[in-house]
């Protein structure tokens, strides 16, 4: 496992031995939390083991354990994923749900396409089914804008750990 070979390595070079009982409460408190706690079930997920709100070395260390042929660390530290076929994101691909509360607020047009709310639906519903396949899920609560007085709470829900790095970004 790669949590032993980073304590090692830790040890090893003579490392303080506080930097790895951090290491090690950090995961601990960690694997606390995936386990029986906290669970998505109002969201009709129902996933037993969930990494609510990981650090980015735990992120790091499970994509790189989980698809070691798709992930990698780059020379500057960053960490590279292959997404398959569908790279990239595709501004004439957005769509926005109308509904006539915040109709006016939208600049609809070629970026901004309108979304009936039944086909929103369905694909939520295709995406619960989807996540509910899964062994285990990733979660980031965080918040859109920087501003307390402004700002809204945002959850993520996400199948791949490197999907949750991209979110705490």
Same mark, same amino acid.
């Given at each position: ?31 606390? #939390?995936? *386990? ?10 129902? !996933?037993?083991?969930? *990494? ?7 992120? &790091? ?74 062994? #285990?899920?990733? !979660? ?21 750990? &490197? ?7």
């Amino acid at each position: 496992m790669l949590a032993s070979g980073v304590l090692q390595g830790i040890l090893k070079k003579g490392g303080d031995s506080r930097l790895a009982q951090q290491y090690l409460a950090r995961r601990w408190a960690h694997a606390q #939390e995936s *386990h029986g706690k906290f669970n998505l079930h109002k969201y009709d997920l129902h !996933v037993d083991h969930i *990494h609510r709100n990981a650090s980015v070395p735990v992120l &790091y260390e499970q994509a790189l354990c989980r698809t070691p042929a798709d992930a990698h660390i780059t020379s500057t530290g960053a960490l590279a994923a292959l997404s398959g076929k569908k790279t990239g994101r595709v501004p004439s691909e957005k769509r926005i749900v109308y509904e006539p509360s915040s109709a006016n607020d939208v600049w609809w047009g070629p970026v901004n396409i309108k979304l009936p709310e039944s086909s929103f639906m369905i694909n939520r519903c295709r995406a619960i089914d989807f996540l509910n396949t899964k062994k #285990e899920l990733f !979660v980031v609560d965080g918040y859109a804008g920087w501003d307390p007085k402004y700002r809204v709470k945002v959850r993520v829900i996400c199948a791949r750990p &490197y999907h949750a790095l991209f979110m705490r970004n």
